[in-house]
């Protein structure tokens, strides 16, 4: 599931900064700007692949004086390896403020990190999605501007959660950012203006596709008792659930929210299959297959497909149906997204009436030029809401796929299941919310048999 053009290969490519249009909040403004000496200061919480990465793209925006002075994670490796990756970067390097005193580990480095920062500066949480709640709503208390990554919640009680969380911050004119980035593509934004002004018809169909190898964090291998079961699972958080929701929840997110943009809804239901295969001695909680069909008000279908199992087709895009044409949401990744338009079903080159010119601009930096000028600006501009809907859909299609029965969106978020109810309580010496059993491993899904437990 790995692709060359994610933030995870920060260090090999950066795409053009460029200004795009985003989702904006209908609060009043508050005056909550950066630091009187107009410096944006960034802290990290999440020290991953994904959030040294939104660190960089953070760092690169060219809108005033910005500085990365503190950084927080559970392991001390990452926070080694992410301030090295930052600081001896030639282009952001200069912008690295952050002392062996700015670098905090352990359950409550995020609280340190940000207590570091003043009210108007900038906190990226980049940890497992299972802990978005936990930070927010300090971040939210220290009066501070959000950028978080996707997804936003992993089951119908944090989603419901952090809705009500996010009222503070809208209510306190906080600019909050949700890493959906493809939102804030030029291409893609232009081909839900054409789709919205009927250049294809009404969508009838969308078609979505992640299939590819296996990541090793989304199939784990078993403990070699070197970390907790805690550190274990965290090290490895896509594999289980009660970190991130899974493979579905994490890799997916992106094409189910891209195609129902471009439909401009939510589904209302779900069904699904999926199944693991060729497991081996992996002790994570995913399927190596899942086939999600979402049905929207008006009947109109998104099929989604996600596979990693290795020697098979690949294929990562998304596309649209309707009554007049077709289009190509995205082509062969997250960006660029070469998206298109046809006058036929089955996307013949001559039948092809609009693609967006190429390059594009990297909607990895789109997404901080948004948010950093929303700051300076002082314009309302909050994406939560619509972050926790697409997670929630998501994970409607994980439940669907895991149970084996049908899901409503309504009945998912009155659901009252959560995964770590007392996640904010974890400490360095905590059992996981998850224990292996004797031989290592965890509960898995099993559609028909287990429909209310664990495994939605």
């Not at 995020?110 to 299972?130: F, N, Q, S, W």
């Not at 070197?226 to 659930?241: C, D, E, T, Y």
């Not at 309707?322 to 996307?347: N, W």
């Amino acid at each position: 599931m790995t692709t060359p053009n994610t933030r995870r290969d920060f260090l090999k490519t950066s795409g053009k900064v460029a200004a795009a249009t985003t989702l904006i909040s209908t609060a009043a403004p508050k005056n909550v700007h950066a630091a009187e000496d107009n410096t944006i200061r960034i802290a990290l919480v999440g020290c991953g692949g994904r959030g040294t990465g939104a660190a960089l793209n953070a760092l690169s925006v060219d809108n005033g004086p910005i500085q990365l002075v503190a950084i927080a994670d559970v392991f001390e490796k990452n926070l080694n390896s992410t301030h090295a990756a930052l600081s001896g970067h030639n282009k952001v390097g200069s912008k690295v403020d952050c002392p062996a005193e700015r670098q905090f580990i352990g359950f409550d480095a995020y609280r340190k990190a940000m207590d570091v920062l003043k009210p108007g500066d900038v906190v990226i949480l980049a940890t497992p999605p299972g802990f978005r709640w936990v930070h927010y709503s300090y971040a939210i208390e220290r009066g501070l501007n959000v950028f978080m990554e996707k997804p936003v919640t992993i089951d119908a009680p944090t989603s419901k959660r952090m809705l009500d969380i996010n009222k503070q911050a809208v209510d306190k004119n906080l600019k909050v950012g949700v890493g959906l980035m493809c939102r804030h593509c030029r291409g893609r934004q232009e081909l839900f203006d054409r789709i919205q002004s009927g250049e294809i018809g009404d969508l009838t169909m969308l078609r979505a596709y992640r299939m590819a190898g296996p990541t090793a964090s989304a199939a784990v291998m078993p403990n070699d008792g070197s970390m907790s079961p805690l550190f274990h699972q965290i090290k490895n958080f896509h594999g289980f659930l009660w970190l991130s929701g899974g493979a579905v929840s994490d890799f997916l997110i992106h094409n189910i929210d891209e195609s129902c943009w471009m439909k401009n809804a939510w589904p209302e239901k779900a069904i699904a299959i999926g199944g693991r295969h060729y497991r081996g001695d992996h002790i994570d909680q995913n399927f190596d297959t899942y086939a999600i069909e979402y049905t929207f008000a008006d009947g109109a279908k998104l099929f989604v497909d996600g596979r990693t199992i290795p020697g098979c087709k690949n294929e990562f895009a998304s596309f649209a149906h309707g009554t007049k044409g077709s289009a190509v949401i995205s082509a062969a990744s997250h960006t660029p997204a070469k998206s298109k338009l046809f006058t036929d079903q089955a996307m013949s080159k001559d039948k092809m009436t609009w693609a967006f010119p190429q390059p594009e601009p990297n909607p990895y930096d789109l997404e901080w030029v948004d948010l950093i000028d929303a700051i300076r600006q002082d314009r309302p501009y909050n994406e939560v809401e619509r972050g926790v809907m697409a997670s929630a859909v998501t994970s409607m299609g994980r439940m669907a796929a895991h149970t084996g029965q049908e899901i409503t969106l309504a009945n998912f978020m009155e659901h009252k299941h959560e995964f770590a109810p007392e996640i904010d309580k974890l400490t360095m010496d905590s059992d996981s919310p998850l224990m292996p059993n004797a031989e290592g491993k965890h509960s898995v899904p099993m559609p028909g048999l287990v429909k209310k437990r664990e495994y939605l």
